[in-house]
T-cell receptor
Framework: GAVVSQHPSWVICKSGTSVKIECRSL??????MFWYRQFPKQSLMLMAT?????????EQGVEKDKFLINHASLTLSTLTVTSAHPEDSSFYIC?????????????FGPGTRLTVL | GQQVMQIPQYQHVQEGEDFTTYCNSS?????IQWYKQRPGGHPVFLIQ?????EVKKQKRLTFQFGEAKKNSSLHITATQTTDVGTYFC?????FGTGTSLTVIP
């Protein structure tokens, strides 16, 4: 149980285009999902926290107009990288957490490797 | 959120040797979680520690939460090549800096 999927697993795009990444909790309802970014040989950096039905909370230094997050249902959150540039190339990982009181454990998706040319 | 520091950043050990990574915070932690990320993979939950001085074991892995709840450690006894990966502690959804473990056969 507690499986999280991400789509696509990798994407290559041209500079200036937008890319949408989907994060789904397959066998549980996730009231809270998290989006992380990981550069090579570095730790995961929390970008934003999204709660179903409300606006995402972005970490300091993360541009909310560039990284659009939508958490429209209890099983789906999307991250859209708008007007992507080469410096946005990174490994993007989402995680999902169950309803309050269920567990604090995060279940991570397999990640999406974004390359912007 | 304040990032938790981990040491060492990298560790190379001979297979069969022990390994320990330490997680340190300047503030008191409500709980701490440990995750493992294999090369090219995603983080996988290992354990959560909540109580002061708590010690938990999973086969060859021993996790400890400090009395002051400001530090934690993960100790692996008799490492195996399958232990290769980066070990992260997490506080309130903020990842520590990680310790990358290489096991030399």
């Amino acid at each position: 149980g507690a499986v999280v999927s991400q789509h696509p697993s990798w994407v290559i795009c041209k500079s200036g285009t937008s890319v949408k990444i989907e994060c789904r909790s397959l066998d549980f309802q996730a009231t809270t999902m998290f989006w992380y970014r990981q550069f090579p040989k570095q730790s995961l950096m929390l970008m934003a926290t999204s709660n179903e039905g409300s606006k995402a909370t972005y970490e300091q230094g993360v541009e909310k107009d560039k990284f659009l997050i939508n958490h429209a249902s209890l099983t789906l959150s999307t991250l859209t990288v708008t007007s992507a540039h080469p410096e946005d190339s990174s490994f993007y990982i989402c995680s999902a957490r169950g309803p309050s009181g269920w567990t604090d454990t995060q279940y991570f998706g397999p990640g999406t490797r974004l390359t912007v040319l | 959120g304040q990032q938790v520091m981990q040491i060492p950043q990298y560790q190379h050990v001979q297979e069969g040797e022990d390994f320990t990574t330490y997680c340190n915070s300047s503030t008191t932690l409500s709980n701490i979680q440990w995750y493992k990320q294999r090369p090219g993979g995603h983080p996988v939950f290992l354990i959560q520690l909540v109580k002061s001085g708590e010690v938990k074991k999973q086969k060859r892995l021993t996790f400890q939460f400090g009395e002051a709840k400001k530090n934690s450690s993960l100790h692996i006894t008799a490492t195996q090549t399958t232990d290769v990966g980066t070990y992260f502690c997490i506080n309130q959804f903020y990842f520590g800096t990680g310790t990358s473990l290489t096991v030399i056969p």
